[in-house]
């Protein structure tokens, strides 16, 4: 588990650059799924959708190391609006502060656990008495596939965030590699995160290194 050791008593501004590794998940969830996931902030849909799942771990950062759970959902409530991130749990006190503030993502405090072994690796998400697992398999030789945000439309890239009132938009920009994953397997809990053990596994990745900015947020009051 990462820590963050340092204490930061004021804000380290934006734009951010982060390194790590991280594990991307594509799935597939259907309309009755997505009802169920409400209580999470995702959007309902009449056809369903895909949704990303992303754990990262997060090498270096202005705030150090930490790990990362989200989803990225894409409710295309406007045509401007793709995407948005309606649960991330995070490892710092430090990341939830800075996250809230300076981008208005809803970061909550949770412990991150971690087993490796050679082609396998399991993450244990806990917060109070409630946990969840998730477990990665990769393939022995895995082909890898270079990826870079500048070849992707623009549309796609951007997040909007609400937060107390505020609206807080705002293009994330990386490049890295990607691995496809042999398999991923869920002991769910949800109370805790969406459950998609029963979804539909589209594509899953993971990615051995990345480099990520996050640039300033454009912030306007809600009316």
Partial sequence: ????????????????????????????????????AQIFGLTPSTFGRVVQIMLVRYAQSPIGAYDELLILDHPVLQQRVLSN????????ESSVQHGQQLWGIPKELVTFEWQ?????????????DLELCIRFEQHVKGRCINVNSQYLPAALLKITQIWQGKSYCFSPSFRGQLIPLKQVSWLPNPSLFPDV?????LTGFYVPEFELIFPEAKIYSKK
């Fill in 85 to 92: 991130i309606p649960k991330i749990f995070v490892s710092t």
């Fill in 116 to 128: 490796a072994h050679t082609q396998q690796s399991t993450c244990t998400i806990r917060q109070a």
């Fill in 197 to 201: 053990s029963q979804a539909r596994l």
């Fill in 1 to 36: 588990m990462y820590k963050n050791n340092s204490d930061h008593t004021e804000l380290c501004l934006p734009p951010w650059l982060l390194q790590g590794e991280a594990y991307i998940l594509n799935y597939w969830l259907s309309s009755s799924a997505l009802k169920q």
